[in-house]
């Protein structure tokens, strides 16, 4: 008997659950529609309630920006309109006696240091990187060696 009331007691009263004012709680809420689902974030019962929305879009890409080199490069500025975005880089290396790298970084324009995301590649081909930052301008250093061209493609859904 004894034994039933305890677990009643730590039943009770460890199913209370507080939060501050300051902590809050967080709503998500996910709508659908035929191309595209958006998901929206909401933080109350905080000092500063947040809401922010994030649209994934679900169809097929579309290229915005077509960045191509030789070589170590800084690409001018682009815009991508959506916090959901991809680029295709493709390398061509015709000379094969030695070690080919391809690294790109790509930042938020106006800053030079942390990038918001990196990509790499260490033979000739075609590769697919996803990035999860934006929407904004950004650019990208692209560091390569005995890679005769290379081509970037930045594409949203």
Known sequence: MLLVAFAIGVAIGGSS???SPEVGYITITKSYAASYLTITRTVT???YPETSAQTVAQ???KTIATLAGSGDKDTEDFNVPTNYWR???TISQEYSGGYTYFRAYIHR???AGDSVASVELGK???ET???REGPGDFWIKVVS???DSWTIEVQIQ
């Open 129 to 131: 990187s996803y990035i």
């Open 109 to 111: 324009s106006g800053e």
């Open 45 to 47: 019962g905080a000092t």
């Open 17 to 19: 659950v507080r939060t």
């Open 59 to 61: 169809g097929e890409w």
């Open 124 to 126: 000739s081909g075609t």
């Open 145 to 147: 060696g005995n890679v």
């Open 87 to 89: 680029i295709v880089y």
